[in-house]
């Protein structure tokens, strides 16, 4: 299983940005994904988390209206919208899957916003 991470990296407050996760080693359309996040100095949190077949998706109320999780099985890929950013959106963004028993993180990839 490898789950990798992009699309991070410098934005205003107020920007957007897109994150990807592609994934790869097992078969991606039978598993719900999540997004995680992990700020300085805190723990990681849960952002975003998406069925299988995308159908149905939940988002940490700090998220809500602001973050959007998507996803493409035919690209095998888990996405994740932030639109009007806020400096305490800074943090590493995780990816993750649950498959048989086992737990699977990408590397995550940096989303700093700053002025």
């Known amino acids: 299983v490898q789950l990798v991470e992009s699309g991070g990296g410098l934005v205003q407050p107020g920007g957007s940005l897109r994150l990807s996760c592609a994934a790869s080693?097992?078969?991606?359309?039978?598993?719900?994904m999540r997004w995680y996040r992990q700020a300085p100095g805190k723990e990681r949190e849960l952002v975003a988390i998406i069925s299988s077949t995308g159908g149905s998706t939940d988002y940490a109320d700090s998220v809500k209206g602001r973050f959007t999780i998507s996803r493409d099985n035919a690209k095998n890929t888990v996405y994740l919208q932030i639109n009007n950013l806020k400096p305490e959106d800074t943090a590493v963004y995780y990816c993750?899957?649950?498959?048989?028993?086992?737990?699977?993180w990408g590397q995550g990839t940096q989303v700093t916003v700053s002025s």
């Open positions: 993750y899957s649950y498959i048989t028993l086992t737990t699977h």
């Open positions: 080693g097992f078969t991606f359309s039978r598993y719900a």
